[in-house]
């Protein structure tokens, strides 16, 4: 079979195009991954556990995205002092507000400071 000056065109434009495409094929671009670093402040230890929370009225929030953060019980200078809650606006979209809490461990009870975590 003989091929016309035409024919080597268009045959070598579609085997270009097919190893184009072949190789383009393992290029994948995907986003970076999400790093979320949370610093822990030192450990707080209270030698006796923190009485039950107030229970807090809620004020209308100042926007449509802002959480409220809930108070919390603080020890310090050999008390406990609670720590009314707010309202704050997460520092981007789709962060929640992870609590502070209270947890029994080793001499007494740890305060894990509350948060924002990537959800």
Same mark, same amino acid.
């Given at each position: 079979? #003989? =091929?016309?000056?035409?024919?080597? #065109?268009?045959?070598?434009? &579609?085997?270009?195009? /097919?190893?184009?495409?072949?190789?383009?094929?393992?290029?994948?671009?995907?986003?970076?991954?999400?790093?979320?670093? %949370?610093?822990?402040?030192? %450990? /707080?230890?209270?030698?006796?556990?923190?009485?039950?929370?107030?229970?807090?009225?809620?004020?209308?929030?100042?926007?449509?995205? *802002?959480?409220? /953060?809930?108070? =919390?019980?603080?020890? &310090? &200078?050999?008390?406990?002092? $609670?720590?009314?809650? *707010? $309202?704050?606006?997460?520092?981007?979209?789709?962060?929640?507000?992870?609590?502070?809490?209270?947890?029994? &461990?080793?001499?007494? $009870?740890?305060?894990?400071?509350? *948060?924002?975590?990537?959800?």
């Amino acid at each position: 079979m #003989r =091929f016309t000056p035409d024919r080597k #065109r268009v045959r070598l434009a &579609g085997a270009a195009a /097919v190893l184009a495409a072949a190789a383009l094929s393992g290029c994948v671009v995907a986003p970076p991954a999400r790093h979320v670093v %949370v610093e822990e402040g030192p %450990v /707080v230890v209270a030698p006796m556990a923190p009485p039950a929370p107030y229970v807090e009225t809620i004020t209308v929030a100042p926007s449509p995205t *802002h959480v409220w /953060v809930g108070g =919390f019980w603080e020890w &310090g &200078g050999g008390r406990y002092v $609670w720590r009314p809650g *707010h $309202w704050a606006a997460p520092p981007r979209a789709g962060w929640v507000w992870v609590p502070h809490r209270w947890e029994p &461990g080793a001499g007494g $009870w740890h305060m894990r400071p509350g *948060h924002w975590a990537y959800r």
